[in-house]
């Protein structure tokens, strides 16, 4: 007795039709899942947005910071290049006065305490003018002291 109506003590109709969908296919989780898929592809391409403009942010800070950097180091680079031409200024001074001494010694000994006399305006005149490139370079390492601000 084969009756097409049931199968296995079940009645076919629609209802059993719709179960066995829901139970082929996973019931109500598979519903779920289609009913908030566009959700779930929302919130993942926010995070992404979110996470790109942190990146972004992020890069522009540092690259901030490296401009910053760059230009500290440029003071820096240009003060020691000036404390470099005042030392070199001196050592060259100090070689002339003693060359001056030296020549005098040799040509005219009688001479000697006038040649010292010259010799010594002649030094303080030189650290007149070291003392005045230092000031210079102080003046400008305060000027200096401030970073530059950074465009955004």
């Known amino acids: 007795m084969t009756d097409s109506t049931h199968l296995?003590?079940?009645t076919w109709g629609w209802g059993a039709v719709f179960g066995l969908v829901n139970l082929v296919l996973g019931g109500g989780a598979f519903a779920a899942w289609l009913k908030n898929r566009p959700a779930?592809?929302?919130?993942?391409?926010?995070?992404?947005?979110?996470?790109?403009?942190?990146?972004?942010?992020?890069?522009?800070?540092?690259?901030?910071d490296k401009a910053l950097e760059d230009a500290k180091?440029?003071?820096?680079?240009?003060?020691?290049?000036?404390?470099?031409?005042?030392?070199r200024h001196r050592v060259n001074n100090a070689?002339?006065?003693?060359?001056?001494?030296?020549?005098?010694?040799?040509?005219?000994p009688d001479k000697v305490a006038e040649a010292v006399?010259?010799?010594?305006?002649?030094?303080?005149?030189q650290q007149q003018e070291v003392a005045i490139e230092r000031g210079a370079q102080a003046g400008a390492a305060i000027v200096t002291a401030t970073p530059p601000s950074i465009p955004q």
Request: hydrophobic content about 45%; overall charge neutral.
């Open 8 to 10: 296995a003590g079940m």
């Open 40 to 64: 779930m592809q929302k919130n993942k391409q926010d995070a992404e947005e979110k996470l790109r403009d942190d990146l972004i942010t992020r890069v522009q800070k540092l690259e901030a």
């Open 73 to 87: 180091r440029e003071a820096e680079r240009l003060r020691h290049d000036a404390q470099m031409a005042i030392m």
């Open 95 to 108: 070689d002339a006065c003693l060359d001056a001494l030296l020549m005098l010694l040799k040509t005219s």
């Open 117 to 125: 006399i010259h010799i010594e305006q002649m030094r303080a005149r």
